[in-house]
């Protein structure tokens, strides 16, 4: 996808114009802006032109305007500071816009896209998209685009003053337009491809970084800390080498088109003092025309230099617009469902995973009853937590149906589908704040005190939360990390306690709890899950010999499939698992 927008958009003027579109709302701004650095560039043109008056009076002995030259000086340098102030304000006023606007899209769009997207992009460069490449838009919004208009304005401005001075020695700029261009072009289309490759090694930068300092503790007892520099250095000095080689290509670029400048300017200055033009020129307005075109040559090699600031934001845009073009999560359905009742149905459902080859599941049919509590065993890669995620439509299956209440769930909106379903999964997600908070999380923040409280009491987390100084209101860190595994847990049990959804995902609901916590869990789970559809995804067998029936699962398929004592007595996979579990016990 992003190769072919850097294909399309070549030239730059295919991000530029769709980057355009994020500023419409500030568009008075931007004028205001733009006004601003006219009033700037046209002293710069005054400024010329205050020199060729001033070098006629005296050439005259007019003193007499020795007044109005001097006031016009500060004329100049206070419309030239109001101009600044203005131009300033408004670019920066609108590119912070931008950036916010590009910024909460993306983020945005990150929370609909697919499950498949999060499989295929670490975290780590996600989140150097929203940081890294959103900064290099800011350089491409603000300063490249105050330098565009302000030193663009004041190049216009001077070469139609010389121009008006004397049009044929003017017309030697347009001679050496062409080569300028091109070594622009030339330099730009590398500057923009390493600009790419600096945005990338930015992003394993913080891949190694996140997944080092994430890891610490198996670093460390692992010995793995010498592998984990020799990675980081490596990607660290990738993006040092791609940095110099911009500059390299900044700093080759920049000095041909100051050469070409100069060179211009050289034989613009030879051809002005032959005597001929000296004759058909006053003085004054030959000082002011040789004069012009020395302005021209810091406001050219400022656009010049900022080319490199450019193709930084643009590459950054493209990376942003690469993924808005990435396909939301598909919502076709035209049902809300407001209570389920809670039948399931796996109707010859088969899966395989994006950019996978192997099935994950195979033509799986069974049917669970409303009230019912079936659980999934098996071995690790059997099939089990695939089956959990298709329920809430993580995934969408293409072969087979999935129903509830005898109806595929593509026919229910995904809000609705997902707002009858409760989770624990395996691996807990707490998020910045306190316990209460992260058990009413997203929807449930409007549920009561007491609500919370119960479902607290329910899930155990008040047998630890209670000795904690500020209880249920104990900021518990990033991801929980002031507590324990067993505690996070109990947390995420709270949450779906207390959404008490009429399904319930049980993915390893236990599996980070010590005997004597999972013992008063399982109990809470037995009341809880009463009177509503359960799937339990367990390895721990004694978790589930009370569960209605129980699915045995192997290479994606189901081998088995009746209540604990009914397995047991066949004496096949499950009974085998089972005496695994407990031969040593």
Known sequence: MQKELIKDSSNGWVVYRRLMQYVKGDWPMFSLALFGFVLYAATQTAAAK????????????????RGWLALSIILIFAVRGAGTLLGNYGFSYVARSLVNRLRCQMFDHLLVLPCSFY??????????????????????????????????????????????????????????????????????????????????????????????????QVVRIFGGADA???????????NRRQFMKMVVTQSISTPIVQMLVASVVALLTYIAMSPSLLESMQTGAFIAFISAAS?????????????????????????????????????????????????????DVSFIYPRSEEPALKHISFVIQPGETVALVGRSGSGKSTMASLLPRFFDVE?????????????????????????????VVLFEGTIAENIAYGALANASEADIRAAADAAMVSEFADRLPAGLNTIIGENGFLLSGGQRQRIAIAR??????????????????????????????????????????????????????????????????????????????????????????
């Open 119 to 216: 499989q295929q992009h670490s975290s780590a460069e996600l989140l150097s998209r929203l940081t890294y490449n959103v900064e290099q838009v800011t350089g491409a919004a603000t300063d490249a685009l105050k330098t565009i208009v302000r030193e663009g304005l004041t190049v216009v401005g001077l070469f139609g003053y010389m121009l008006y001075l004397n049009w044929k020695l003017t017309l030697l700029f347009v001679l050496v337009a062409p080569l300028v261009g091109a070594v622009v072009a030339l330099a730009s289309k590398r500057l923009r491809r390493l600009s790419h490759g600096i945005q990338s090694s930015v992003g394993d930068i913080s891949t190694a970084a996140s997944e080092a300092i994430k890891g610490y």
């Open 295 to 347: 302005f021209m040559a810091k406001p050219i090699r400022q656009l010049t230099e900022v080319n490199s600031t450019i193709q930084k934001g643009l590459a950054a845009a493209e990376s942003f617009f690469s993924l808005f073009d990435e396909k939301p999560e598909v919502d076709r359905g035209t049902v809300k469902l407001a209570h389920a009742k809670g039948k399931v149905e796996f109707r």
């Open 399 to 427: 072969q087979g149906q999935i129903l509830l209440d005898d109806r595929p769930l593509s026919d229910y909106w995904l809000s609705s589908l997902r707002s009858q379903i409760g989770l624990v999964n395996q691996h």
């Open 496 to 585: 779906a306690i207390l959404k008490d959804a009429p399904l319930l995902i049980l993915d390893e609901a236990t599996s980070a709890l010590d005997t004597e916590s999972e013992r008063f869990i399982q109990t809470a789970l037995e009341r809880v899950i009463q009177d509503r559809t359960t799937l339990i995804i367990a390895h721990r067998l004694s978790t589930i010999e009370r569960a209605d029936r129980i699915l045995v699962m192997e290479h994606g398929q189901v081998v088995e499939q009746g209540s604990h004592a009914e397995l047991l007595a066949k004496g096949g996979s499950y009974a085998a698992l089972y005496n695994m579990q407990f031969s040593d016990m």
């Open 50 to 65: 205050w020199l060729e008056n001033f070098i006629n009076a005296v050439e005259a002995n007019n003193f007499s305007e």
């Open 228 to 238: 984990e520099r020799e990675r980081f250095v490596k990607v660290s000095e990738r």
